[in-house]
């Protein structure tokens, strides 16, 4: 009896499919990746006075994007993997990178869209308008940041099996975040935490998402945290993959 081992590309278009529905039929990491950003925009119009429409348009990316990395892809893994789900794929004739590149491939497409609600909200709002090199080198800057928190959720689910657990990081990890984008630069004066804070993950994707707004104010504090950014996507990426088990056990 001849075995028949589907295409790769009909297998991870299933894949995909299948991961899509899962997606839609779990709207709320979705709706919070957008609901946050769109807050930021609305209640901070009057920065755009004081700091620059850029700033705070770069403020609601990288805010969604910490949304996209640990609370859409990190808790969809870890979910996955503790009903057993990887398990079943694993034994199926599936290589292992399609399974991933297809949950990979749903997050890029979630930075895509959240990038594009910033652009017409920020626009339509707030009256901040780009030009044609800011709108594309922003969405490059927008995957490079993506990738720093989808290999930070990568690392949380590769150290860690417990499902309660990853849960609980996961959403501590989201709040820390949140309260540097929303405050800590604006209100800490310690000059050595400010900096810090500067070039921690938040630090840099918002850096880099400001200056390829305005290109033209590429400076090297842009160039350093794009670097430092590839430095936490190959850190974090590299542990976390060589750490993450396909079960429980």
């Given at each position: ?42 209640t901070w119009k009057g920065f755009i006075q004081i700091k620059g429409g850029p700033f705070v348009l770069a403020t609601a990316i ?14 969809t893994v870890a979910r996955d993997r503790d009903k057993g789900i990887f398990q079943r794929l694993r034994v199926a004739p599936v ?152 079960n429980t056990k």
């Open positions: 009896m001849e075995t028949i081992i589907p295409k790769t590309s009909t297998v991870f278009a299933t894949l995909f499919r299948a991961d899509m529905a899962t997606l839609l039929s779990n709207r709320r990491s979705a709706v919070i990746s957008l609901l946050v950003p769109m807050i930021v925009l609305l990288a805010i969604g994007l910490i949304a996209i990395g640990l609370m859409g892809y990190t808790l290589p292992t990178w399609v399974i991933m590149t297809s949950r990979i491939s749903i997050q890029l497409m979630m930075i895509m869209v959240l990038t594009l609600v910033v652009f017409i909200v920020g626009y339509q709002y707030d009256g901040v308008a780009l030009s044609a090199s800011g709108y594309l080198l922003t969405f490059f800057a927008a995957i490079l940041g993506g990738a720093v928190y989808l290999s930070l959720g990568q690392l949380i689910v590769g150290l860690i099996k417990n499902f309660e657990t990853i849960n609980a990081v996961t959403r501590i990890t989201y709040f820390i975040f949140i309260m540097l984008g929303m405050v800590g630069e604006l209100m800490i004066k310690n000059e050595q935490l400010k900096k810090a804070i500067h070039f921690s993950p938040y630090g840099c994707v918002k850096i880099m998402l400001a200056a390829s707004m305005e290109p033209a104010k590429w400076v090297n504090d842009t160039t350093i945290a794009v670097l430092v950014s590839v430095g936490y996507i190959v850190v974090f990426a590299g542990v976390g993959i060589s750490k993450f088990k396909w």
